[in-house]
C-alpha cells in the first residue's frame, strides 16, 4: 500500500503493517458508532423533582418542537439542556400532553395535562423516537434546533398572509350598519308618536349574521406573559384548525381546546413586545385583541395616578406611573383606544381626551355641571397597568 506524503512520492507499508493500522482505526471508530448506537428509550416516570440522564433526554426532545420548547434561553433551551425535572420542564411536557392529547391525555381518561411523564407519554415520547446517546449526551435534532433562527418556524408564509385588521373593519362596519338601524326604528317611532298623538312600541331593528361576525374572540388570559406561557382565549367561530396571528408577520398554527371550552395557545418565541392577535378560521379573521410578550429583564408599565381627578370636557388629563415606554403607550378610556402617545421620561403621559365618543353621557349637551366617571389604563411594550379612575365635568 502506498500513501502520498508529497507529489510524485509515497510511503510503502508491509502487509503486516498495514493490518496494524486498519486494527487501530477500527478501535478508533468502535467507541463512536458503538455510542451512536447505543440509544436508551423512556422507561422512568419522572415528576418535579426527578433528576438524571432520562431528564437530560426528556429537555432535549422536548426541546425539539418549538411548541413544546423548555426555555427559549439559558438552562433548559436548546443546547443548554439540563438533568433536573423543574417547574419550565414540567410547563413543557403539560404543552407536548396536551399537544398529543388524542396519544396521551384520552387513553388515561384525563382532559388537561398533568406534567407527569407516565406510561402514555413515555410510549408518546419512544414512538417519535425521542431517544438519549447515552455517549454524545445529545441529539441530532437538539443540535440542529441550536443552529434554527427559533422565530423562523412562526414567521407567516407568502400563503398564510392576511390582513388580519379585516375583522376590526368588519365589526366596526356592523356597529355602524346596525346604530344606523337604531336611528331609523327611532325615527320613524318619533314621527308615529307626532302623527297619532299616541304611543306604541317601537320596533326595534333585528339583530342579523350582517351585525355578528362568525369569528370573534375575546380578551385572552392573562393579556401579557413571558415566551412558553399558556394563554386561553374564549371566543365563537375557534375551532382546533384555527390559527392565531401576531400582527400581519407571525402565527402560531396550533390551539388546543381546554376543558373550560376555551382554546389555549402557547406564547411563541418571538421578540417581546406588545402585538395586536385575532384568530383566522378557514377564510374568517376575527377582531383583534392586544397582546404583551414581556421580558423579565423590562419593567412593568404602572398607572399610579391621574391628574386632574375632575378634568373639564376635551381638556387634557397627566397620566403619571412607571415603565411608560418613549413611544407606542396606547391609553384606553372607557374603551376609547388612544394610540401613539409619548413619554420623556418613562413616568407620566399627557393626554387629550377625545370630544366625540367617549360615552354618550359625556356630550357637551348634558345638563351643565355633571361629572361623569371615567377609568383608564395604558398599554405598551411591558404590558398593561392597572386601571385609575378621574371624572369629566360636563
Not at 258 to 271: E, H, K, R, T, W
Not at 350 to 379: C, D, F, H, R, W
Amino acid at each position: 500500500m502506498c500513501i502520498t506524503v508529497r507529489a510524485g512520492q509515497c510511503v510503502r507499508y508491509s502487509d503486516r503493517m498495514q493490518r496494524h493500522l486498519v486494527l487501530a482505526a477500527l478501535a478508533l471508530a468502535l467507541p463512536l458508532v458503538a455510542g451512536a448506537q447505543a440509544a436508551t428509550t423512556f422507561t422512568s416516570t419522572l415528576t418535579l423533582g426527578s433528576s438524571g440522564a432520562q431528564v437530560l433526554a426528556l429537555q432535549q426532545a422536548l426541546n425539539q418542537d418549538p411548541d413544546t420548547r423548555v426555555a427559549l434561553t439559558g438552562p433548559g433551551s436548546p443546547g443548554q439542556e439540563t438533568s433536573y425535572f423543574g417547574a419550565k420542564t414540567q410547563a413543557a411536557v403539560i404543552r407536548y400532553q396536551e399537544k398529543y392529547a388524542g396519544d396521551i391525555l384520552t387513553p388515561a381518561g384525563l382532559v388537561n395535562g398533568n406534567g407527569r411523564v407516565g406510561a402514555y407519554t413515555r410510549a408518546k415520547l419512544n414512538a417519535r423516537g425521542a431517544v438519549l446517546s447515552s455517549t454524545f449526551g445529545t441529539t441530532a435534532s437538539s443540535t440542529t434546533a441550536t443552529s434554527t433562527d427559533p422565530i423562523a418556524v412562526y414567521r407567516v408564509k407568502a400563503s398564510e398572509k392576511v390582513d388580519i385588521y379585516i375583522g376590526d373593519k368588519i365589526i366596526e362596519g356592523s356597529k355602524k350598519a346596525f346604530m344606523k338601524s337604531v336611528g331609523t326604528s327611532l325615527s320613524a317611532y318619533v314621527a308615529s308618536v307626532r302623527a297619532t298623538g299616541t304611543s306604541t312600541p317601537m320596533k326595534s331593528p333585528v339583530l342579523s349574521a350582517a351585525f355578528a361576525p362568525s369569528v370573534v374572540i375575546g380578551i385572552p388570559s392573562p393579556r401579557y406573559a413571558a415566551v412558553g406561557a399558556y394563554i386561553a382565549i374564549n371566543g365563537t367561530g375557534i375551532s382546533a384548525d384555527s390559527v392565531l396571528y401576531f400582527d400581519n408577520d407571525y402565527i402560531v398554527r396550533t390551539l388546543t381546546k381546554n376543558s373550560m371550552g376555551a382554546y389555549n395557545f402557547i406564547v411563541p418565541s418571538l421578540p417581546s413586545g406588545r402585538y395586536d392577535i385575532a384568530v383566522k378560521t378557514g377564510g374568517v379573521i376575527s377582531n383583534t385583541q392586544p397582546f404583551v410578550i414581556t421580558d423579565p429583564k423590562r419593567p412593568q408599565v404602572h398607572l399610579t395616578s391621574i391628574s386632574p381627578a375632575t378634568v373639564p370636557y376635551g381638556e387634557r388629563v397627566t397620566l403619571t406611573g412607571s415603565g411608560f415606554t418613549a413611544n407606542n403607550n396606547t391609553v384606553i378610556i372607557n374603551s376609547k383606544r388612544i394610540d401613539g402617545i409619548t413619554s420623556s421620561d418613562s413616568k407620566t403621559l399627557e393626554v387629550a381626551l377625545p370630544t366625540g365618543s367617549l360615552m354618550s353621557a359625556s356630550q357637551p349637551n348634558q345638563p351643565s355641571g355633571m361629572k361623569v366617571p371615567m377609568s383608564a389604563y395604558v398599554i405598551n411594550d411591558n404590558g398593561f397597568s392597572e386601571i385609575q379612575s378621574f371624572m369629566i365635568s360636563i
